[in-house]
């Protein structure tokens, strides 16, 4: 692999615009394509299977005008007027029926005015007055009444009791994330336009999104925090500018080929964030590590910047390939769950970690042969001179790489301890971690979102916000449900605790299926809902039963409380999965059997420390004004699997690029403690520049307005920065202290049996010998060489 990749590493550098030409084509291609096609992101969780989707499944089928995405507008006069105020009510009308006229949107009037036309016949006009007088009133002071204009009600809208507020729901032809790009925006807008005459102020609930902002100012500024450090780590513009341009590269290609196909497959927008964050920290992490590497071998060597790269790729680049792989790996465990959301985001983002590897291998290359001498500029030759005079003068170590590496070694119990304890701690409040899916209420104060669930909460319920939707079908095809039977049910269901009202949302034309409206009397993420949610499916056997009918619910609660239900239970065998395949990854490269298992128990830290810093923030509301939050919710549903799939494959990363430099020591002649002091001067500024880079790249996502993405930046900004500064930093270099030659300690028979990687190149440096030292280059021991320049 390392004589393969020293090639490759020598070719790129030599003719360099050949592999620059070809990647210059393969972004064309995808911008071309990109400028033809529209990007279609979904925001929509769903999970094939759940029993809530197999009732929206049904409902497509049956009753196809029920399954469109549903819109929410709350309209509020700006001047504490009453909504029946002649101008206010004469505004509230015209934004409704531009809404109703808007296309793609359900007009209902025009299905009720046909049913109105039957007369006493209707079948959904009896049914509905007889759901409406078996369930009664809401069980609320806040109890809504319909809009009604000249005795007749307004299909839809619904007044508050005080009179100050206003509610329309409706429905899409189609699900949100299906519908033409700028639809929801211009329903907002035309019911805007007509709110205004009247000084009605709209707004929409959290359903009515357009594709979310991927890019915002909070992004721009981590990857401009990235810049910044590449700067003072690399001492040059050149040097520095070469990770970004690789990093930026990779995402135009991985995320925007993702793109391309968005028409053909569904890709949820946190599927594009996470191949975002992951293109942008890997390409700029990888690409830093193999420049680091060339510097190192000019420095320490003396070697021209030609032969330099070649070997640095095929070091140091053999260690980006297993990463890479590592990362890969750790996204493809996600296919093992069967859940189509998680392998598209698995997918999605295994590909834009595959194209920054091969881009680190062979355009970084490429574009180091236009570089050429300008990668170690005169000042950082000249500084690295004078640290070697110093060092020559002093055995002590000088880095601070080094001399932190000196002292883990020294004081390894200590380290150890607090390595341990540090984590563990942090790790305390994910015991209380509540799972669940974002709403209003986890936006933060100033959206529309937010403002919007506050203002329907405080005039109509919380429920309001999260309505449950219970199917009916008849058990015998064919026969048509009775008012009578929706009665029944409507009541049995009206008694269940924590009901306020249930009505008849509608009924297909053959009279065999119906959707009742069950608007429960706490919030959607509350556990008194979840509750209400249990108790409908406990009694929906027997209601059916006696009923001659089958009952299903779906809504909000509904579905997150399958989703987080499923996700619980294929977590501990994606977990298996992805150690299972890793550690057999570690043990080929380390050759070792203690360094997978450290680095596992490492990690299980790190995930725990994780999750309890995510639960204290986001759902107990600690330290939220730091980062500029102010809403709690529960966490992500999604978040638990994605980011330990995530975080496994960074953190291994790490701790490929710290102990690879260890164990290079170590072949090379060093004792245990020496290969560790060794390998951490090498490679230890390298993984604090690396570490500090992607963190600021994954906090930058912590200030996006989606509460998913909000969740999965912090998570992973968080896991990073315990993982690379306490676990791969501390517990690592203390725990291979403690062992000593028993770290690198590997069965015969085993040994014997793997196959020899040669991550370290110690075969290339056999078959392809160091040439001699450049005499314009000063030559460096290893331990001399602060990996910063």
Known sequence: MSVLLYRLGRLAYGRPWYFIGGWLTVIAVVLGVLATSPVRLSNDVRIDGTPAQKVIDDLARSLP????????????????????????????????????????????????????????????????RAVAGAAGGPASGKAPVPLTVQGRAVPGVAVSADGRTALMQFQFDEQTYELPSGTIDSTVAAAERQA?????????????????????????????????????????????????????????????????????????????VLALMLGLAVGIDYALFIISRERRLILEHGLDPHEATGRAIGTAGSAVFFAGSTVIIALAGLLVVGITLLSTMAIVAAATIAVAVLLVL????????????????????????????????????????????????????????????????????????RMGLPSGASYNT?????????????????????????????????????????????????????????????????????????????????????????????????????TGTVLGITGFTALAIDVSDRLADVLPLYVATVLG???????????????????????????????????????WGRLQSLIGLDATAPVVSLLPIIVTGVLYGL?????????????????????????????????????????????????????NAQPMIKQAGFALAAGILIDAFVIRMTFIPATMALAGERAWWIPGPLDRLLPDLDVEGDKLAQKIPYPEPSAQAPHLTAQEVDMTG
């Open 65 to 128: 005008e029920a399954s469109g995405g549903q819109g929410m507008l709350v309209f509020e006069p700006a001047d504490g007027a009453r909504i029946d105020d002649r101008r206010a009510q004469a505004a509230l009308l015209a934004a409704v029926d531009a809404v109703y006229r808007h296309d793609h949107v359900i007009d209902v009037r025009k299905a009720l005015a046909a049913e109105a036309a039957k007369g006493a016949k209707s079948p959904l006009l009896r049914a509905q």
């Open 196 to 272: 205004a005459r009247g000084g009605l102020r709209v707004l929409p609930s959290a359903s009515m999104m357009e594709i979310p902002e991927i890019i915002g100012a909070g992004e721009i500024v981590g990857v401009g925090v990235a810049a910044v450090v590449l700067l003072i780590t690399l001492g040059s513009i050149a040097a520095a500018g070469l990770p970004l341009v690789i990093a930026l590269i990779g995402v135009v290609v991985g995320v925007g080929g993702a793109f391309t196909l968005s028409t053909v497959f569904e890709i949820h927008s946190l599927a594009a």
């Open 362 to 433: 062979t355009l970084l290359p490429a574009l180091l042969g236009l570089v050429k001498q300008r990668i170690c500029p005169s000042r950082v030759r000249r500084r690295a001179q004078r640290r070697s005079s110093e060092e020559a003068a002093d055995a002590a170590p000088r880095t601070r790489t080094a001399r932190w590496g000196a002292r883990l070694v020294r004081h390894r119990w200590p380290a150890l301890a607090a390595a341990f304890l540090v984590p563990a701690v942090l790790a305390v409040p994910a015991a209380d971690m």
């Open 446 to 546: 100033g959206t529309a979102q937010r403002q919007s669930y506050e203002l329907v909460s405080d005039a109509f319920g919380p429920g309001y916000n999260g309505p449950l939707m219970i199917a009916v079908d008849s058990s015998v095809a064919g026969r048509p449900l009775s008012p009578g039977t929706l009665a029944t049910i409507a009541s049995a269901l009206r008694d269940t605790d924590g009901a306020t009202s249930v009505s008849l949302a509608g009924m297909n034309g053959s009279g065999t299926t119906a959707v009742l409206t069950l608007v429960p009397h706490s919030g959607p993420n509350d556990e008194a809902t979840k509750a209400l949610v249990t108790a409908v499916r406990d009694r929906s056997a027997r209601i059916g039963e006696s």
């Open 581 to 619: 395949l890793s550690l057999i990854v570690l043990l080929l490269v380390f050759r070792s059997l203690l360094v997978p298992v450290t680095a596992t128990l490492g990690f299980l830290l790190t995930i725990g420390a994780t999750f309890g810093l995510t639960t204290a923030v986001f759902q």
């Open 651 to 703: 953190a291994m990363d790490y701790q490929m690029f710290l102990v690879t430099s260890m164990r290079e020591a170590h072949l090379h002649g060093a004792t245990p403690s020496d290969a560790t002091v060794t390998g951490f001067a090498r490679a230890g500024t390298v993984v604090v520049a690396a570490a500090t880079i992607m963190v600021s790249v994954f906090a930058g996502f912590v200030f």
